[in-house]
């Protein structure tokens, strides 16, 4: 099933799709999270289980771009991330599965035990890794140029950016918020007031937002940032929002052109932390209560702060009532897969200090 083509089927022939995912993914009442019982009930989207061997948010976006791909007849892929990004791991495994030669350019990190697995699993995956110092390093022409030198002989990679958010790579999550209307429909769960879900680079909680607003919804959307205005703000969140729906108007579907609302979409920056990858007590107390309450696993970097955010919002009253759905966007079962065979010095060499230091303080078991 992918509603979003069931619901308009013009755009199944119109739009780049490789199929990667397996849909619906499951819905979880999970009241234990509340423990005063003061909201109407409290359900987890699991999309921890879009995909093998690797699931979370990413797979969504990645059947619209390896989709892409494929279609412009590209044999290689380049993309960017955190050290420890999933994005890039992600991006690495399911190229490998379609034939297709991956490349990620990772940027520094706080260090935790996250980043080495995801490392260690990349080198697994046999991605083309290069690792930079910061941001506005890699913006420079010198590290784009040193990246085309990668591919002097060869066709220029196609080009996916940070978190695979482009207007593209947002149709995913378009379809998502298409799928929870179809679970819905079918008695699976009562419809949501609102939605928590982690926001890094916007693909996810802007394509919820824009299918939601499709599907002449009522439900919110509260985003909560893990990363910088640099990477998530009203003003990006507009433009992806706008661009993804002309996307599909061009693809030839009768949807009408909306605007992203300050009332059904919420940026929420409280919970950040500072830094991008850098836990938070907090955020690491949400983990735990995670684990206690559902038995599944998230993590400190994204969903943690997440669900720190749905946590104070149930205490000072402000869900009071409410209907809450809190939507995981992390593989914590994948997690299991085995690496502890692989050697982290046949990394590159500036990667090594993520194993030879100490993980950040609240990471330390
Ligand atoms: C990438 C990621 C996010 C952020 O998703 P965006 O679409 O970039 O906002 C959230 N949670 C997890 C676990 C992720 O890996």
Redesign the pocket.
């Known amino acids: 099933m992918f509603a979003l083509f069931d619901n308009h089927p013009v755009l199944r022939d119109a739009l780049p799709f490789v199929h990667l995912g397996h849909y619906p993914t499951p819905v979880l009442l999970a009241d234990d999270l509340d423990k005063d019982r003061r909201s109407a009930g409290i359900t987890i989207k699991n999309d921890g289980a879009t995909g093998t061997p690797y699931g ?3 797979v969504r ?1 990645l059947e619209f771009l390896l989709g892409d791909t494929l279609a412009r007849g590209k044999n290689a892929v380049l993309t960017f991330g955190g050290a420890g990004s ?2 890039a791991l992600a991006t690495a495994i399911y190229a490998r599965r379609l034939g297709l030669t991956p490349y990620s350019c990772l940027i520094k990190q706080p260090n935790s035990h996250s980043v080495r697995y995801n490392l260690l699993r990349a080198l697994q995956a046999g991605v083309h890794l290069q690792h930079f110092e910061s941001i506005p390093a890699l913006a420079t022409g010198a590290i784009l140029k040193e990246i085309r030198l990668l591919f002097t002989d060869q066709k220029l990679p196609y080009w996916i950016p940070p ?3 482009s207007a593209l790579g947002v149709l995913g ?1 378009v379809n998502a918020a298409f799928e929870l209307q179809t679970q819905i429909d079918a008695g699976k769960l009562a419809a949501p007031d609102v939605i928590y879900i ?8 802007v394509g919820l937002a824009l299918g939601l607003a499709l599907l002449g919804s009522q439900t919110r959307v509260c985003a909560v940032a ?1 990363t910088d205005t640099n990477f ?1 703000s009203m003003k990006k969140a507009k433009k992806l929002y706008a661009q993804s729906g002309e996307l599909l108007r061009k693809a030839g579907a009768d949807t009408p052109v909306t605007r992203l609302r300050e009332d059904s979409f919420e940026l929420r920056s409280d919970f950040f932390g500072g830094e991008y990858g850098c836990y938070t007590e907090a955020g690491m107390q949400a983990v735990n209560r995670f684990q206690e309450a559902t038995g599944l696993q998230i ?1 400190g ?3 943690g702060k997440c669900l720190a955010a749905l946590s104070q919002d149930l205490k000072s009253g402000r869900l009071d009532g409410q209907q809450v759905l809190f939507w995981n ?2 593989d914590g079962q994948s997690q299991d897969h085995p690496v502890d065979e692989l050697d982290y010095r046949l990394l590159p060499e500036s990667l090594h200090t993520y194993f030879e230091s100490e993980v950040q303080p609240l990471d330390r078991k």
């Open positions: 979370g948010n990413k976006k999933n994005h978190g695979g958010t999550y982690a926001c890094g680079t916007m693909g996810s909680s893990v998530s993590e970097c994204y969903t966007t992390y």
